[in-house]
């Protein structure tokens, strides 16, 4: 009888320790990158390099070409149970420049994020002459101190009609107004980030044509618009219709 016991009692042990553990997976880091896209009426926009393209028709139905695009985006943030965490304080983007639109934040901990908010532009407190001289887009987006000084939002250029009209549209905060608005999308694309989430890319894309028409019709012309507040403010609120993002996992 004590050998069936001892019998019993081994195979017992035998199959209990031929159990495996449990695979506990090894932790994923989330790597946030931001990449910037734009489209003219939902199609991919491409510099033009000869002024006989016109290959874009604006509200006023002016055909015209885009040959320049550069801006600045600022309070970069998300939404976080603990509060607001702001991403990047500047970030220039050049359609020219490849490496500007690409923005890599680093690690995110895990978390619940929504509600990705940036200004377009510098608002008053950051919009200052100099205050960015240390920065590569310091020259290249300075607004005259004649004009209130600190810096231009954006620069889009380009011709339009025919090959010998151009048009600048440059938005700035004309005579130290605050033009600059806020993108806000609200908790519509919250996303979760855990151990196994993987890194985490958001799309901002803006659709060009929309700085003409949305809600606002303007017609271009070959008048400069730096010292054109009116103007000014109504691009600021054609501005704010103009952007949308997406977040992908990888």
């Known amino acids: 009888m004590n050998k069936i016991i001892l019998l019993f009692s081994i195979i017992a042990l035998t199959l209990t320790s031929c159990k495996k553990d449990p695979v506990i997976p090894m932790p994923i880091p989330s790597f946030l990158t931001i990449h910037f896209t734009h489209t003219v009426d939902g199609v991919p926009l491409d510099l033009t390099t000869t002024e006989s393209e ?5 509200a006023a139905g002016q055909n015209y070409n885009v040959k320049k695009l550069q801006y600045l985006v600022s309070n970069i943030s998300l939404e976080t149970n603990e509060g607001t965490k702001t991403l990047k304080d500047v970030h220039f983007v ?16 895990n978390g619940t994020y929504s509600n990705l908010k940036f200004n377009f532009g510098l608002n008053g407190e950051m919009n200052i002459s100099n205050a960015y001289v240390n920065e590569g887009f310091h020259a290249t987006m300075a607004w005259p101190d004649m004009m209130g000084g600190g810096y231009h939002y954006m620069k889009m250029e380009g011709n339009f009609d025919n090959d010998t009209t151009f048009y600048n549209t440059h938005t700035g ?11 806000n999308e609200g908790n519509e694309k919250a996303f979760v980030v855990n151990d196994q989430t993987g890194d985490i890319e958001i799309t901002i894309n803006m659709d060009a044509n ?9 017609t271009l012309t070959t008048d400069g618009i730096m010292g054109n507040m009116q103007l000014q403010s109504t691009l600021s609120n054609n501005g704010s219709c103009i952007f949308s993002n997406s977040v992908t996992y990888e």
């Not at 016109?54 to 604006?58: C, G, I, S, V």
């Not at 050049?94 to 890599?104: N, Q, Y």
């Not at 700085?211 to 303007?218: L, M, V």
């Open 54 to 58: 016109l290959p874009y028709t604006n």
């Open 94 to 109: 050049d359609k020219e420049d490849a490496s500007t639109l690409k923005l890599d934040l680093g690690e995110l901990e």
């Open 173 to 183: 905060g004309t005579m130290s107004n605050d033009y600059s608005f806020q993108y």
């Open 210 to 218: 929309g700085w003409y028409s949305q809600p606002n019709t303007i």
